[in-house]
């Protein structure tokens, strides 16, 4: 407690407010994720509302040379971590861009019915319903083990 001319202020800092500080410092403190996949507006798309819905900011955006989402040297400067759905849309990344410093994951998320069932030819790729049940599950499995994550 501190006496200033006859007024008498109390500590801010209660065990409330200083857990309080500590949740807003972590969350401060998460990185900034880039998810890049092919086109950027499916499997990216999906992860990066996944992390946004963890507390961490993310954009995405498409690895491809003409992806309709493309991925900028802008959002990669941006970026603590980038998060690639498949290996070759790393590879992309990195004959594209400067990448130099930057901890990148790869996941293996494939997006053709094939990799998912045995008879996909019936099966519309980009169809909501196969996206849901097979994709969005697979994304979440695999980026699970990465969780939380870390800037180096």
């Known amino acids: 407690m ?11 800092y209660t065990p409330d407010n200083i857990v309080y500080i500590i949740k807003m410092q972590i969350k401060i403190m998460k990185p900034k994720i880039l998810c890049a996949c092919a086109n950027g507006v499916t ?6 509302k996944y992390l946004k819905g963890k507390g ?9 040379e003409f992806a309709e989402n493309p991925v900028t040297q ?4 941006w970026a603590d971590i980038i998060i690639t759905l498949r290996n070759k849309h790393k590879d992309n990344l990195l004959r594209r861009f400067n990448t130099a410093d930057k901890q990148i994951i790869s996941l293996e998320v494939s997006q053709h019915p094939e990799e998912y069932i045995k008879a996909p030819n019936h099966i519309d790729h ?7 049940k097979y994709v969005h599950p697979e994304i979440r499995k ?3 083990k990465y969780l939380p ?4």
């Open 142 to 144: 695999q980026i699970k």
């Open 2 to 12: 501190i006496r200033m001319k006859n007024y008498v202020y109390r500590s801010f």
């Open 74 to 77: 802008e959002m990669i400067d």
């Open 149 to 152: 994550l870390e800037a180096n």
């Open 56 to 64: 961490y900011k993310a954009k995405f955006g498409g690895s491809a």
């Open 43 to 48: 499997r990216s798309k999906y992860l990066a």
């Open 126 to 132: 980009k169809s909501d319903e196969f996206i849901k």
